[in-house]
Structure formats: C-alpha cells, structure tokens
C-alpha cells in the first residue's frame, strides 16, 4: 500500500488531488446535485435542478426562434428585451436561468439581487466578458456559453471587413449615395501576397487564416496558447507579438478581452508596427487602446481599421475613432448572420436546458470539466462521498470548529486515472449543507470551503488488485474536533469515517476504530456498548414500539465482550423519548443520531 498527498493551488483546474482551504451565506434552496446520463453528444459537468417547479428563463436579448422552442418545451420563458439594469435586478429574484448575449452586464449585483433562485447563466455566444464569472461562482450558479455556433460567422465577418477596408467600399458607397463619382479617391491596396498576422488563432482565428490563404495572402499567427499542430495543419506560421509588430501589413485580433489582452494595442506598440498597416477587431473594443489607435491613424502609422467591437458598446455619437475618415465599423454583426443565430439559439437553449434538468453542461465556463463517461463511472461513490461529508459533520461537538478534513481514496488505478474534484465538491457539499444555510455545488463548492476557512487535504492510497471499479474506499478525517460520540475518534485523534459501495449502494464500513458495515439510506443510530448477547434484540424492540423500521444493523467491536458499536439504519425520523430510551439501556455508553 502506498500512499502520496498532493496540494494544488487550482483545484478545479486539475485533475489530480488538491488541497483547499473553504465559507459563505446564500440561501439553502431545492436544487440538488443530480448525475444523469448524456442524452446525445458526450457532455461535461453537471448542476442542479429545480425538482418542485417548472422553471423560469428569462431570455434578455434576441434569440433565434429555434432556441425560444427548445426552451418553451422545457420552460416558463420571459422574453424581455432592453431592461434596464434596475428592471434586470428586478426580474431576475423570480427566474432560474437568464440568457444573454453581449449586450447586457450580468455583474455581482445581478447574482445578489437573485437571492439563490438564479442557477445558470447562458451566453448566447463565445466571448463571456459581459458576465461576472468571480460572483457567478460564489452564488453556486453555472455558466454556460455557446462557443462553436457563431465562428464561422465571425470568420467572415473578419474577412468581410478585411475586403472591405482594403477596397474603401464603405466609403465609396458612401460618397456614390451622396452624388459623388470619386474614383481616384478610393484606389485600394490589394490582399494577394500581403502579410496578414492573425492574433489569437483560436476557433474564429483559424477559420479567418484559412480563408486568408485562400485569398492568396501570407499568413502568420500569434498566440502564446495555440498548439503548433494546428498552425502547421492550416499552414501558418506561429510567430512572436513583436514580430507580428514589425512585419504584417495586415493584423486580425481575435482573442479573448482578459487582463493580459486588454489595450494590447497601445501607444507603444503601434509605435513598433509597420508603417501603413491595417487593423480588423472582431473579438472585443478593450484590446485596443482606442485613443492610442486614433493618435496612429492620424500619424499615418496605421493605413486604416475595420472595427465590429468596441470599448464602449454603442460607442458615443461623436467618438472621434467611429467617425474618423480611415476607419470602417459595424455595429458588433460578427455573429449576426441568420444561420449563426440559429445554430447559437439552439446551442445555448440546449445547454441552459440540460443544466436545469441536471445534465452534464458541455460548455460550462466556471465549473469543472469532467467527462461524462467519469461522472457516470463516480456516481455512487459520489453520493457516498457527500453522505460521509454529512455524517463526519454531526460527528463534531458543538463549538469545535471544523478547520482541516482529509479525505483518503483508497483504489486500484493508477494515481493519474481518477480525478478526484467531484468527489471533493460532494464531501464539501455534506459537510457544509448540515451546518450552515450554504448551498453547495460543483460550481461553488471549492470557494465555499475557502471563504470558510475549510482546508481539505486529499490524499490518494493505492492498493493492489484489479483496477475495474474507480475506488474501494474513501476516508474522511476531521481534526483538532472533540467528538459527539467519542467512538468515532481514531486511534490518532481525528473523527474518522470509511465508506464503500456495494452492490452500487453507499456503505459506512468504519466509525473511528471499528468496523461496521450499514447502507447510507434513510437516518442513522451509532451506540458504543460493552459487546453482549442480547443487545441488538434490546434495541430493536424499542425502536419497533414506536414503529420505527430499522433498515439494517451492524455491530463492529474490537474484541468479544468488549466494547462495540452498534450501527442501526433506521427509515424514520426517530424521536428524542426514544432516542432516550436506547440511552438508557443500561450497557449503552453512548449514542448518536445522525441524519443523512
Ligand atoms: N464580433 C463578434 O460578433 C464575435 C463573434 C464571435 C467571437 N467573437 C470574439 O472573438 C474572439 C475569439 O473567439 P473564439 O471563438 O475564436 O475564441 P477562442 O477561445 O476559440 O480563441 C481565442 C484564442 O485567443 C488566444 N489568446 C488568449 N490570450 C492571447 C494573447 N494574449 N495573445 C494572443 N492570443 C491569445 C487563445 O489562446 C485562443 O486560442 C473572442 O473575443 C470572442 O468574444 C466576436
Ligand atoms: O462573443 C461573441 O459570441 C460575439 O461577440 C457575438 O456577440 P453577440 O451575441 O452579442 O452578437
């Protein structure tokens, strides 16, 4: 048997243990961590699911008809375009998704104003900067976005305004409706053989580079991210951001607007670019330094821009970089072609449905990825997970403080072949929910345990033998607590509890030093005895008197005649005069009651 513990900074980002150290005060609510399986497409995370009601989606931007039916199917949809921020906050305390696109600011102040109801937010699109994934996170709610649907449409929109800026066709239709006939004036420059440097070769930046090629251009990219396979396969070049600066005569952004990206173009680097290059951004206003980019048009250091995004979304009447004579702009249409926003309203309805429904979230922005197939595979060790949680938590004395847990897995597979997150949002899940008003799940449950001050150290033992099921057991340890039931501490000190699945059935098998062996279904009576003939009988009957169904009973004990304890599955809720009375048997030395 071997053992190793690892601590990870970014749990959720990795797939191996983690440590993490947890709090927080939203409302406990009806949703509940439920895993099913794929409908269709292999698909990723899952969440929760409002079991009492027909939920509510509020859709707060245009979405193509196709999308509104899938939703109606499954939904009560509230489709209200341009609400203000005030009527947004308003309405969204009654719904349980929202569907935007770019056009609204889901900020903190929505996800507050929610009150816990609000459990996905869908992006009707790729680019999430409109939403607030840090508060997101914190209040427990998904967020999905549509990712592929519109790239194409990007794609050549990108292209569009590439042609267009280069042939003035924005301008000379312009002066032809005003009567002009000004051919001399808008002489182009041609596209074949120019260098163009697409920046951010992700989904739209691929796409954008193969048809450049196909226009006969020389292709390069930048993207520090990018896998080389995929620039070799297309045939461009991965280059560094200076040498972008200093050889293309044509740059086409398309990265994300993060920290890194924002005002990338500026002052100091239009100052390094060719001179007479020309710009097209149809990935986000923010990742050019729009005054900086006015200043190098005037200096003629920049040719001209064809801009869909910016900064401020519409810009002012009389920004100087809308109306100024080299740029052409449009009003953000990258995305806005019939097909795209069909493909996009289906994409999105179909994900913001199956998170309500509990699927697994193919596109979820701030939870795990986790595989299906893994999530299928987990499912009963993750209700056992999140019911040891539970129990472990009752187990603590009032006033102890429960700061440091660590959860062992016992398993046959390699150390790289079991990813471990959900198992730990779910023992966060059961150790949280009992003490406190939190709802905890695989969006919030690592945040929760920081904010609480909850450190959770995994630890993986591999074990010899067959490698077929996932886990053979999982350990939860609390330390530094004083105990309820004093027989649940260790030999070393710590609360601890085993568990295992049999039979596709949780199982508690160890409480502190003894073995037991009760299914976790319904509640829970641990009682430490002195090991004698009679006793389950003893307790049964007092249970069976008040008509409590005692589901399964186990007794562990270290040696014969010496103390044991008695695990007792019971169906019902069990009254306190009964409780006592089992207290007062007099061989009991203490009793519990847990709930699961
Ligand atoms: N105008 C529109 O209507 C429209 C439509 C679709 C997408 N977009 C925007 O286009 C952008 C790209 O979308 P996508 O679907 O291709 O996203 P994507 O995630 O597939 O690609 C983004 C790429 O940018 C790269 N990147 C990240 N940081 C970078 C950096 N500092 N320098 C260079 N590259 C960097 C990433 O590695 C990734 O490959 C997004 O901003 C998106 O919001 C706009
Ligand atoms: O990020 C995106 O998907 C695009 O910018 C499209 O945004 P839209 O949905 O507001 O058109």
């Not at 193919?362 to 990825?369: E, F, I, L």
Request: charged content about 25%; glycine content about 8%; overall charge neutral.
């Amino acid at each position: 048997m071997a053992s190793s513990a690892t601590n990870l900074s970014t749990p959720f980002l990795n797939n191996k243990l983690s440590s993490v150290s947890l709090s927080s005060n939203d409302k406990l609510s009806a949703f509940s961590l439920i895993f099913r399986q794929p409908r269709r497409k292999p698909r990723f995370m899952v969440l929760s699911a409002n079991v009492d009601a027909k939920p509510t989606v509020l859709v707060a931007e245009k979405l193509g008809e196709a999308g509104i039916k899938l939703l109606k199917e499954f939904a009560n949809v509230d489709c209200s375009y341009n609400l203000s921020p005030e009527e947004l906050c308003t309405k969204i305390s009654l719904c349980d998704a929202l569907i935007v696109r770019s056009g609204t600011k889901v900020n903190r102040e929505v996800f507050e104003s929610s009150d816990g109801r609000l459990k996905v937010v869908g992006r009707a699109g790729v680019g999430i900067d409109n939403v607030d994934l840090a508060a997101a996170t914190e209040h427990g709610c998904l967020v999905v976005n549509a990712p592929t649907a519109n790239t194409v449409a990007a794609a050549e929109h990108g292209i569009a305004l590439l042609a267009a800026m280069a042939r003035n066709v924005a301008q000379a239709d312009a002066s032809v409706k005003a009567g002009k006939w000004q051919r001399n004036k808008y002489v182009g420059v041609s596209l074949v053989g120019k260098t163009l440097a697409v920046m951010g070769f992700g989904k739209v930046g691929s796409e954008v580079a193969r048809r450049a090629k196909g226009l006969g251009m020389h292709v390069v990219a930048h993207d520090p991210y990018a896998p080389a396979d995929r620039a070799r396969v297309i045939g461009v070049d991965l280059v560094s951001f200076e040498e972008v600066l200093a050889t293309a005569d044509f740059i086409s952004l398309h990265m994300p607007l993060t920290p890194a990206t924002s005002k990338m173009l500026n002052d100091e680097t239009f100052a390094k670019m060719k001179k007479g290059v020309r710009i097209v951004n149809v990935a986000r206003g923010g990742v050019i330094d729009e005054e900086a980019l006015v200043k190098a048009l005037d200096a003629g250091i920049v040719a001209q821009a064809a801009l869909d995004v910016f900064n401020e979304e519409p810009p002012p009447k009389d920004s100087k970089l809308v109306q100024h004579e080299k740029v052409t702009v449009t009003p953000h249409l990258g995305a806005s072609t019939v097909e795209a926003q069909e493909g996009v309203a289906i994409e999105i309805a179909e994900a913001v449905v199956g998170a309500l429904k509990g699927e697994l979230a193919a596109t979820a922005v701030n939870a795990p990825m986790v595989p299906a197939e893994v999530l299928t595979e987990l499912k009963p060790y993750v209700l056992l997970a999140e019911k040891l949680g539970r129990l472990a938590v009752q187990l603590v004395a009032g006033g102890s403080g429960v700061k440091s847990v660590k959860v062992s897995y016992g398993s046959a597979r390699a150390p790289d072949d079991l990813d471990t997150r959900v198992l730990r949002a779910m023992i966060t899940k059961g150790l949280i929910e009992p003490i406190s008003s939190v709802f905890v799940n695989l969006v919030n449950a690592d945040f929760t345990a920081k904010q609480r001050g909850l450190r959770i150290t995994e630890e993986r033992i591999t074990l010899d033998g067959s490698p077929e099921s996932p886990l053979d057991f999982i350990q939860v340890q609390i330390a530094n607590v004083e105990s309820k039931f004093a027989s649940a501490i260790s030999e070393t000190g710590e609360i601890k509890l085993e568990g295992r699945v049999k039979d596709g059935i949780p199982h508690l098998t160890k409480v502190g030093s003894f073995e037991v062996d009760v299914s976790l279904e319904g509640s829970l009576i641990l009682c430490r005895q002195v090991d004698q003939p009679g006793m389950i009988g003893k307790v049964g009957s007092v249970l069976g008197e008040v008509n409590v169904n005692v589901s399964f009973m186990s007794v562990g004990r270290i040696a014969p005649r010496k103390q044991a304890v008695m695990a007792i599955g019971v169906d019902e809720q069990t009254k306190k005069e009964t409780l006592k009375k089992i207290g007062d048997i007099p061989a009991i030395e203490e009793f519990v009651f847990l709930k699961l």
